[in-house]
């Protein structure tokens, strides 16, 4: 039977980003005969513009049926005036809440050829290979009670919550276990225990699991201690895992010890590895439409789909190689560009990765 990926290229440079990763795609499909079927949805913007919300139900439901989703990126100017609860981000979190895709995995890996692309000197990141598991169905994110009022003297007031039940960190700690089990099993989980409950609790059960991973090291570090290790010392972290809001703000931080975060792919898993992939980055209305933007952070999310969500280890590590030989070539967007490099638009980009993959 066929496996069926929904694309949901959303706004900004989502559609010009997705367009080059479903080239990809398919010539993935055809070389490893992976019998892909494809079909095409709005979220965010785009789906405010055709259906007056940033998630149809009627999109909901094909993404509940399919095997797998591509994701663009959401957001832009046009919408943001708009009320919260129907903003693009909105269709974001909701396809992930109703989805069960609780586990966020976002790598921050160093290829050596951009190793000058760095914001830090090369030494510190050369080789660099981390593994960000960011819980992202709960915690402040979706957390009740939150309310904006004003008060009775007249001053407007807001407030967040910011629940973990154990259940939700236990589910969470066992992914960042079995990840790091089956790379440099060392598992570092960040929180702010010193002052937050929910941390208290975080930390409490992420030690009962460890129990049954003897053969990783675990750590705990505070996210503001952890926020300096990751521009100080990166190569200590193997496996990170945290909380929602904690892991939004250490993934950008660790996304631009790569040089670009349009170099960095993610994977939402639910409980039974079906997945929705996405790049890190978001919709960069700034450069929308003018064909600049860098495709391999979601070229390298189609990558993570064929592993995790389709087990094809050989098409995925296939696309790999192929961004990195066209990396070897020179070609270089403008966000990771350097001197001595030629710099090509986003389809060029594109383009390259599927010569270099047909070739392979
Ligand atoms: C991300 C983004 C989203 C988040 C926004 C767009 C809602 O920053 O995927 O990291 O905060 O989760
Ligand atoms: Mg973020």
Not at 293 to 315: D, E, K, W
Request: glycine letters at 8%; proline letters at 4%.
């Amino acid at each position: 039977m066929s496996k069926q990926i929904l694309v949901l290229p959303g706004d900004g440079i989502g559609p010009e980003i997705v367009a080059e990763a479903v080239k990809v795609l398919q010539v993935a499909n055809d070389k490893f005969k992976l019998d892909i079927e494809l079909s095409f949805d709005e979220l965010g913007g785009a789906a405010i513009d055709k259906y007056g919300v940033p998630l149809a139900d009627a999109t909901l439901e094909r993404a509940r049926g399919v095997d797998a989703i591509l994701l663009g990126a959401v957001g832009g100017p046009k919408w943001d005036k708009l009320e919260p609860s129907i903003r693009p981000e909105r269709g974001l979190l909701k396809i992930r809440s109703q989805l069960g895709l609780f586990a966020n995995l976002r790598p921050a890996i160093l290829y050596s050829q951009l190793a000058d692309a760095s914001s830090l000197k090369p030494e510190v990141v050369s080789g660099l290979d981390i593994l960000i598991v960011r819980e992202l169905t709960g915690g402040i994110y979706f957390g009740q009670p939150r309310e904006s009022k004003v008060l009775e003297n007249g001053e407007r007031m807001a407030y967040d919550t910011l629940p973990y039940s154990e259940s939700e960190v236990r589910r969470i700690a066992r992914v960042g276990f079995d990840m790091a089990r089956v790379r440099g099993k060392k598992l570092c989980s960040v929180d702010k225990a010193n002052v937050l409950a929910s941390s208290q609790l975080w930390r409490a059960v992420v030690e009962e699991v460890a129990k049954d991973y003897p053969d990783v090291e675990l750590s705990h570090m505070y996210v503001d201690n952890a926020a300096m290790q990751l521009v100080r010392a990166p190569k200590q972290f193997d496996v990170m895992v945290t909380d929602n809001m904690f892991g939004d703000i250490l993934s950008d931080e660790a996304s631009m010890l790569t040089g670009s975060i349009g170099m960095l792919p993610s994977a939402s898993l639910d409980a039974n590895n079906k997945g929705m992939y996405e790049p890190c980055h978001g919709s960069a209305p700034d450069i929308a439409g003018q064909g600049v933007a860098n495709p391999l952070a979601t070229i390298l999310s189609v990558s993570m789909l064929l592993r995790y969500s389709f087990n094809q280890g050989a098409a995925a590590a296939a696309i790999e190689l192929a961004v990195s030989k066209v990396l070897d070539q020179g070609l270089r967007t403008g966000d990771i560009y350097s001197a001595g490099m030629t710099k090509v638009g986003t389809q060029a980009m594109g383009d390259a990765v599927v010569e270099a993959l047909r070739s392979l």
